[in-house]
């Protein structure tokens, strides 16, 4: 299962998404983890989240993210939620590739994990293959 949480630059997605992660670790029985570019999230999260830093793992476009999510979801069957800050920094803004990667993650995930993720976009600006995902 895919969903989004949209909005523009500083319109309180980091915030949400903490508080969600945080919430998770209190519900959720399974694995957590938390995929951002560089370590704005790192210390807001509880230290229970495997916290990833793209740029550590080379991550650098929708690709490479399907592929790292794939990777970890067959190493490990009991993460059960992903929460991903800043797509469109980690893999580039090109919405529609955005939505292909969406619709793989979400065959990938089936009913097994949800993978929650922020975009910096106003929904209004975004193709019908992404905002069918917005939460």
Do not use: H
């Not at 992660?21 to 229970?48: F, H, P, Q, W």
């Not at 920094?89 to 990667?101: H, Q, R, S, V, Y």
Request: proline fraction near 1%; hydrophobic fraction near 40%; aromatic fraction near 8%.
């Amino acid at each position: 299962m895919v969903k989004l949480i949209t909005g523009k630059k500083g319109s309180g997605k980091t915030k949400i998404i903490i508080d969600k992660i945080n919430a998770a670790v209190k519900s959720t029985n399974g694995c957590l983890v938390c995929i951002e570019k560089g370590e704005t999230l790192r210390r807001s999260i509880s230290y229970k989240v495997r916290w990833c830093d793209a740029e550590q793992f080379c991550i650098d476009s929708f690709d490479a993210f399907y592929g790292f999510v794939a990777g970890m979801l067959a190493g490990n069957y009991d993460i059960k939620e992903i929460y991903v800050d800043g797509i469109l920094k980690i893999a580039g803004a090109d919405f529609d590739a955005l939505g292909l990667m969406l619709e793989k993650v979400d065959k990938l995930t089936g009913d097994d994990a949800s993978v929650t993720f922020t975009v910096s976009a106003d929904a209004s600006e975004l193709p019908a293959s992404v905002t069918r995902y917005i939460d």
